[in-house]
């Protein structure tokens, strides 16, 4: 995916990372962008069920499942990383229960392949009463990714990983998303206040 400043852009995130400036977005990038925004050490990643052999955008699966906790058009500036604490396709139906009053964008699972419930310029219900930045109300101002599971207990698996920075890629080329935002404790100040995804619609 290649949009204007993309490369510039790859090039200062390497180099605060360590890594060679190259301005070549590859799994290294990834990986240490993961580790260093919403990621301890909790050692290697698991192996994914059933394996994915390589890396590349589009290698992924995707549906789409329409959910009915969506709402009015937005213009995304920034994408939001959830774990959901229960497993993928318990997640799935929740999401896809409109007495939950809870979704998300994109849902991954254990071998990179996405279900995506919401477009991307529509409001997913996934950050609650949440600020950032001078912002309030995230929904409005984001695209809501999940891992499945709780990613304070598991780790999640490379073409996880890889998977979500494939959609994220894509969508900083379309929508000129600012920035990649976790929810974690250590991660407060950049998505306030941490609080269950399974709280509503704001």
């Known amino acids: 995916m290649k ?7 790859i090039k200062e995130v390497q180099a605060k990372l360590g890594l060679k400036a190259d301005g070549i977005d590859g799994p290294k990038t990834w990986k240490m962008i993961w580790e260093n925004l919403v990621h ?3 050692g290697e990643p698991e192996k994914a069920e059933p ?4 890396t590349q955008e589009d290698d992924y699966p995707e549906v789409f499942k329409s959910s009915p906790n969506q709402s009015a058009g937005i213009s995304p500036k920034y994408i ?3 774990h959901s604490s229960g497993s993928h396709d318990g997640t799935r139906s929740w999401i896809l229960n409109s007495r939950s009053k809870v979704s ?5 699972a254990a071998d990179g392949s996405r279900t995506q419930f ?6 997913a219900w996934h950050a609650g009463s949440s600020s950032w930045a001078g912002l309030s109300g ?7 990714i999940s891992f499945y599971g709780d990613t304070n207990t598991r780790t999640p698996a490379a073409a996880e990983i890889d998977s979500i920075a494939a959609t994220s890629s894509d969508a900083a080329g379309k929508l000129r998303i600012k920035r990649l935002l976790g929810r974690k404790k250590r991660y407060t100040e950049q998505l306030s ?6 709280d509503s619609s704001d």
């Open 104 to 108: 998300y964008h994109y849902l991954i």
């Open 51 to 54: 394996p994915v052999d390589t």
């Open 118 to 123: 919401v477009s991307d310029t529509k409001k």
């Open 193 to 198: 206040p941490v609080r269950s995804d399974r």
């Open 80 to 82: 939001v990383l959830h």
């Open 40 to 42: 301890e050490d909790k």
């Open 138 to 144: 995230l929904n409005s101002h984001s695209i809501g």
């Open 3 to 9: 949009f204007k400043g993309k490369s510039g852009i």
